[in-house]
């Protein structure tokens, strides 16, 4: 008798948006693209992180109310990083920008028929690792209205283990971005539970619940985790440490750093070296952290790999884990990731 294959629940989708609005009203971020037009396909390139949690014993009500928390402090989040709630957008001009309008990050609450430990033990994790972290295709033809941000609060069969999971364009942000958004996210999460700053009438989101229960239980849609395996192999993110040298010119360095940390990636994974990539460079950070990053706009552009030269060198180039990024502090409620994201 063929036994039914695991199904991923998505319970519930909603929005969260800032706490405060972004001002001056209609402000954007630049996305310079000096290279061929953006395609429908490079829209949809995309970093995908998971965060695994376990939580052993906890009550389906306490998972319910975790979910409450986590939309609250992602919106106080995102009142902080008005980009990440923004949406893409193409201009008249056919050029780029961030619309920073408040329109919110896309959350989303499942469950998954199986154990956390059964579903860590998968050959194919990576690919199932998609059902974790939902995605829906940027339109090219309409992208301001579709969200470029995914958060999925996934939790486990049995165990009471669960996952946080991320997916965001890479137009929007890069790895390194992104982590520095959950760990602020993180803070404010722990700030607001230990404060008990909740909104002054939460109860309000399940009132529709209370008037109509059968409404409440309604899953918005059910499908096996085996149709992920088909949504293609995804990639292995590998990361770096590097500084540019000192005296480097701006200009053109960031495209040798980018050819020589795929050429180090390609022998790292044992994959075949390309002749031409993409180099996304990302706005710096609120913060200086001692790595050179162009001010105030995203530059997409591309180069061959020929153009590494002797960058590998003079950079220094390290490899680091996703952990060192400070992602274990990204807790919540009590619990810590028990393990950290490795894919793309």
Not at 231 to 240: R, S
Request: aromatic fraction near 6%; glycine fraction near 8%; charged fraction near 25%.
């Amino acid at each position: 008798m063929a036994t039914t294959a695991a199904q991923v629940h998505i319970e519930g989708v909603q929005t969260a948006v800032p706490t405060r609005v972004v001002e001056p009203a209609g402000k954007a971020r630049l996305v310079a693209v000096a290279c061929p037009p953006l395609t429908a396909e490079a829209l949809q390139r995309r970093v995908r992180a998971v965060l695994y949690y376990r939580a052993d014993g906890t009550p389906a009500g306490v998972w319910e109310e975790e979910g409450m928390w986590v939309k609250e402090s992602l919106s106080e989040a995102l009142a902080d990083h008005p980009e990440m709630a923004g949406r893409l957008r193409r201009r008249a001009d056919g050029s780029w920008d961030v619309k920073l309008n408040d329109t919110g990050m896309r959350l989303l609450q499942a469950t998954v028929e199986l154990p956390l430990d059964e579903f860590l033990a998968a050959k194919d994790l990576p690919r199932k690792e998609a059902a974790l972290a939902s995605w829906t295709d940027v339109n090219a033809d309409d992208p301001d209205m579709c969200p470029p941000i995914f958060m999925q609060l996934t939790r486990f069969q049995g165990d009471g283990g669960y996952a946080i999971g991320v997916s965001c364009a890479l137009v929007m942000s890069d790895p390194l971005s992104l982590a520095r958004f959950l760990l602020s996210w993180a803070g404010t999460h722990a700030r607001m539970r230990a404060q008990s700053k909740v909104s002054p009438h939460p109860m309000a989101q399940y009132i529709a619940y209370f008037k109509h229960s059968e409404t409440g239980r309604r899953r918005v849609r059910s499908v096996p985790l085996d149709s992920f395996a088909a949504d293609g192999a995804g990639g292995e993110t590998v990361l770096f440490r590097a500084r540019a040298p000192a005296g480097a010119a701006p200009d053109g360095h960031y495209r040798a750093l980018g050819a020589a940390c795929l050429d180090k990636a390609s022998e790292e994974l044992g994959a075949a070296k390309v002749s031409r990539l993409w180099i996304v460079v990302a706005p710096a950070p609120a913060k200086d952290d001692g790595l050179w990053r162009l001010p105030g706009k995203t530059i997409i552009e591309t180069c061959t790999a020929a153009d590494g030269g002797a960058a590998a060198a003079a950079a220094a180039l390290e490899a680091v884990q996703w952990s060192e990024m400070g992602l274990e502090e990204l807790v919540l409620g009590t619990a810590s990731p028990c393990m950290c994201p490795t894919e793309s």
